[in-house]
Nanobody
Framework: QVQLVESGGGLVQAGGSLRLSCAAS????????MGWFRQAPGKEREFVAA????????WYADSVKGRFTISRDNAKNTVYLQMISLKPEDTAVYYC?????????????????WGQGTQVTVSS
């Protein structure tokens, strides 16, 4: 069992930056693929980024490539999402998730555990 708690969301102007953190409980954190998803009002939850157990492989949605960076610190049981050049369309609740899958995991159904989410609002 893994419990995930996100933090770092907030209100930022367009062009600004935020760093989201996701703290995980459990001793097997390093064995999970970790991902970030987001959900805007009235829209389905969508994939943002994922990282494999070692941090050696990362995957991104086309809409955030070059602006968002996912990373992890297995010693701290934490995964991060650094977001720069934020746009109003990035406004959403951002969720951290853990998957026992292998490789690129971009579908919500591939993830076993979810956090409660943190709100990111980008004003124009």
């Amino acid at each position: 069992q893994v419990q995930l708690v996100e933090s770092g969301g907030g209100l930022v102007q367009a062009g600004g930056s935020l760093r989201l953190s996701c703290a995980a409980s459990g001793r097997t954190f390093s064995s999970y693929v970790m991902g970030w998803f987001r959900q805007a009002p009235g829209k389905e939850r969508e994939f943002v980024a994922a990282i494999n157990w070692s941090g050696g492989y990362t995957w991104y949605a086309d809409s955030v490539k070059g602006r968002f960076t996912i990373s992890r610190d297995n010693a701290k049981n934490t995964v991060y999402l650094q977001m720069i050049s934020l746009k109003p369309e990035d406004t959403a609740v951002y969720y951290c998730a853990a998957s026992t899958g292998i490789g690129a995991t971009m579908r919500t159904t591939q993830y076993n555990y979810w956090g409660q989410g943190t709100q990111v609002t980008v004003s124009s």
